[in-house]
């Protein structure tokens, strides 16, 4: 289940779900949380930099994502 955008801090590690169509890879990614930009009382954007390892499987152009939907971001080591 999802956790509260609350639930993470900036220094974070965490993996996030990235899907093929816009990253051409599909699959659980990890990184550190940059910063928390909220979007409204209940919602915030997580943003996300991506491992070395992460960024050149999925290209190596994505250094930042940011992340929207809490079901696309857990806590790292959660499989």
Do not use: C
């Amino acid at each position: 289940m999802p956790t509260a955008p609350d639930s993470y801090a900036p220094g974070q590690r965490v993996e996030i779900h990235l899907n093929a169509n816009t990253f051409g890879q599909e699959g659980w990614f990890a990184g550190v949380v940059v910063r928390i930009e909220p979007y409204s009382a209940h919602r915030s954007f997580i943003w996300v930099e991506l491992e070395e390892e992460a960024r050149a499987m999925v290209g190596g152009g994505v250094k930042l994502v940011s992340v929207f939907n809490l079901k696309n971001i857990r806590p790292a080591g959660r499989a």
